[in-house]
């Protein structure tokens, strides 16, 4: 279904974002999809756990990496030529029946792995076109000066699907096995179909569609690194991103587990320390939806990178439990509102006809880049320790920091009103 068959939406509507049922409607189906993302991902550990050995399910676990971070920059390129709405609804509905098909044959059947390793292959793939679709999706469903806005709404609906979709992934395993669990996941994601399918997008202007559209898809790939490269804000924004997520994924994701062994936290102080981390960044996230918009973007993200920095490092040297989960609960507000702040300059700063492919870009960083990270970190841990590593982390952050503010296009730049 084409954009052109729903009535185009007006560059605000007079309205702010979270009061406008179009936005809303969007909300309504990515968190829906997010959170059978949640539940998708219990599904697929419990069944690979159950039908194989521990390492033949961290392989199964791991499948979707490589085609997701191999073919992202082509998924931004699908975006930006057949519109981001058109995809969305595309790759959400392949997931559902994937997830759906999967529940079935476990339903009728004890196949083994591979078709669990299928699925993972399948859900990577179509993550490469889904993600740099959804970030390229909310510049055409609101107007500018609301763009921070939605990225504070659009944090919450992550943060509210991490909380609740592994409580409810695991209901459903603990009631039904795996093939519930897997069920409910596709029935989550098939929520957010008709939601998807009522919301309506602007077309791009004319010379926007013709000035960003190539001969070919290769064409436009380069085009649109092109223009990242040749882009004042976005080029150092780019690499502010790429800084921040390799300094902060390694610690977070590896480095908590062992600091919270070594400390003799246990499984429940690991448990409070991510709880005060998401605490904070959804208030970020909450401060950006309530208020819509901060004066001098650039200048805040470059001080909250910095400060966070500064955090993530401290975070190795707190002496007890209660001191560590109120570190963790600044370190996820300052890293929430940087992250949201970069995430709404990107938004804003790019041209709608590129915007597929700048997301595919910083989404290739965050989840193609970044995670290679993690073995590195663990490594350096038992090396050298938890504490020197965090310190290198921190300095790594903080050097996102300084690139923002020794770029005067990104340091000055602002959110639209």
């Known amino acids: 279904m084409t954009a052109t068959l729903i009535p185009p939406v007006s560059a605000t509507d007079g309205r702010p974002a979270h009061r406008d049922p179009n936005v809303l409607r969007w909300l309504g189906a990515y968190a829906s999809s997010m959170l059978g993302d949640s539940v998708y991902y219990i599904a697929l550990s419990w069944a690979a756990v159950q039908a194989g050995s521990p390492a033949q399910a961290g392989v199964v676990m791991s499948v979707s990496a490589l085609p997701r971070a191999v073919l992202m920059l082509g998924g931004g390129v699908l975006a930006d030529r057949l519109g981001p709405r058109r995809v969305v609804i595309g790759s959400d509905a392949v997931r559902c029946a994937a997830v759906l098909a999967v529940a079935a044959l476990l339903f009728l059947t004890s196949p083994g792995l591979w078709p669990l390793a299928l699925l ?23 107007g500018k000066d609301q763009l921070a806005r939605v990225q504070g709404m659009r944090g919450l609906a992550i943060r509210f699907a ?97 600091l919270a062994d070594q400390r003799g936290w246990g499984a429940s102080g690991l448990g409070w320390v991510l709880a005060g981390f998401g605490a904070g960044a959804g208030t970020a996230s909450l ?26 490092g401290a975070l190795a040297y707190v002496p007890s439990l209660v001191a560590a989960v109120g570190v963790a609960l600044l370190v996820g507000l300052l890293a929430g509102l940087s992250g949201a702040m970069c995430g709404a300059l990107l938004q804003t700063q790019a041209d709608p006809a590129y915007l597929g492919r700048v997301t595919a870009v910083s989404g290739l960083v965050s989840l193609g880049l970044a995670p290679l990270s993690m073995p590195f970190a663990a490594a350096a841990i038992a090396a050298w320790g938890i504490g020197p590593v965090y310190v290198v982390s921190a300095v790594v952050c903080g050097l996102g920091g300084v690139v923002v503010l020794c770029a005067p296009g990104l340091r000055r730049a602002e959110l639209p009103r």
């Open 120 to 142: 993972a292959l399948v859900f990577g793939t179509v993550d490469a076109v889904f993600l740099p679709a959804v970030g390229a999706l909310p510049a055409r469903i609101t």
């Open 162 to 258: 991490n909380v609740v979709g592994a409580p409810l992934g695991g209901l459903a395993v603990a009631a039904g096995g795996a093939t519930a669990a897997f069920g409910l996941a596709g029935l989550l994601i098939a929520v957010s179909l008709p939601l998807l399918v009522s919301v309506r997008v602007r077309d791009l202007p004319a010379d926007d569609r013709s000035g960003a559209r190539e001969e070919t898809p290769w064409r436009d790939l380069k085009a649109g690194l092109r223009y990242l490269r040749g882009h004042r804000v976005l080029a150092p924004l780019m690499l502010a991103i790429a800084l921040g997520d390799l300094g902060f994924v390694g610690p977070f994701n590896v480095g908590l587990a062992l």
């Open 287 to 312: 401060l950006l939806t309530v208020r819509g918009r901060l004066p001098r973007a650039g200048l805040v993200a470059a001080c909250a990178i910095l400060a966070g920095s500064v955090a993530i």
